[in-house]
């Protein structure tokens, strides 16, 4: 985040800057955080993160891997998703499609 720069802002231009893509009409999520989301760095470092997830569904642009960010760059189906994911960002999906299923 940048000094004076809202969360919303900081989301479209942190999607852009690692895919190339531009995010409009963000939806509020969720806010993540607590005893699941501490991290210990290899320097010793310790802090609590706090994930804000956004959803939308309209974006432009060419998708593009940023060669300092991102690794891979891929749209999956919701039936055929990665085996291998970070284990918040599998408590993430699965809230964000519990809230999909219960609003249907």
């Not at 809202?6 to 531009?22: C, D, F, M, Q």
């Not at 699941?36 to 998708?63: A, P």
Request: glycine share 4%; hydrophobic share 35%.
């Amino acid at each position: 985040m940048e000094l004076g720069e809202s969360i919303e802002n900081t989301a479209k231009r942190e999607v852009y800057e690692e895919t190339g893509l531009l995010v409009e009409e963000l939806s509020l999520f969720n806010v993540f955080s607590g005893e699941s989301y501490f991290r210990k760095l290899e320097n010793q470092d310790e802090f609590y993160m706090v994930t804000i997830v956004y959803s939308s569904n309209k974006f432009t642009g060419t998708e593009k891997v940023s060669d300092e960010e991102s690794l891979k760059l891929q749209f999956y189906k919701i039936d055929n998703l990665p085996k291998v994911m970070l284990g918040t960002h599998k408590n993430i999906l699965h809230n964000f499609l519990k809230k999909q299923l219960t609003q249907k």
